[in-house]
Each structure stands twice: as C-alpha cells, then as structure tokens.
Nanobody, 124 residues
C-alpha cells in the first residue's frame, strides 16, 4: 500500500497563507493521482486540488487563483500552498492518492490512500 504523512496547517487570520505537505511512502505507481480534500463539520469531504503524474492539475472553483498544488522530491512529496485564506476555507484537510488509468478526478470516493488529516482554521 501507500502511507501518507501530512504536516503543516494550523491557524491563521483571513488573508494569510499556509502550506501543507504530504510525504508518500510504500508502493510506487507510474500513473497516479494525488489530491487535497477538506471537510468542514456537517459537510461532505470535498476535493480542493488534484495533480497527476504528468503534472496536470485541477482545482475547485472556490480555490482557483488562491491555492497551488505541487509535487517535488522525485514526486514523493505533495504540497498545497494556500494564499488569501478565507474563513470558509476552515476544515480538516487530507491528502490522498490512488493509481490511475484515465485522467484524474478529484472525487473522494475514488481515492484509495489517505493521510491522517490536519485542521486548518481561518479566523476573520
């Protein structure tokens, strides 16, 4: 399997920035999807951003222009740079991964491996 260990996150005031990291270990796949998801109390887990092995990225409309997903270090570390944070960005953030056959969609049910999650709180 794949183990995902997250770091970063925390609390920030509106307008501030945070960076999330997710280090992957275990099985490697030549074709894969990796993504960031978030879940606010009472809400479903929603896809925030995704990236696939060829570098193609996707973003939720709510974060376009503010968040950037990237991967480095032989592609075993995933990042989420979050700028211009808003109170509605508050929630538990998770990284996730799965092997892929077709293009990635950032849908929670399709992901196999998950990080432990970290709280991000944005105050107004």
């Amino acid at each position: 399997g794949v183990t995902l260990v997250e770091s970063g996150g925390g609390s920030v005031q509106a307008g501030g920035s945070l960076t999330r990291s997710c280090e992957a270990s275990g099985n490697t796949y030549s074709r894969y999807c990796m993504g960031w998801f978030r879940q606010a109390p009472g809400n479903d887990r929603e896809g925030v951003a995704g990236i696939q092995d060829d570098g193609t990225t996707k973003y939720a409309d709510s974060v376009k222009g503010r968040f950037t997903i990237s991967q480095r270090n032989a592609k075993n570390t995933l990042y989420l740079q979050m700028n211009s944070l808003k109170p509605e960005d508050t929630g538990m953030y998770y990284c996730a991964a799965r092997p892929r056959v077709w293009a990635c969609s950032v849908v929670a049910d399709s992901f196999r491996y998950w990080g432990q999650g970290t709280q991000v709180t944005v105050s107004s």
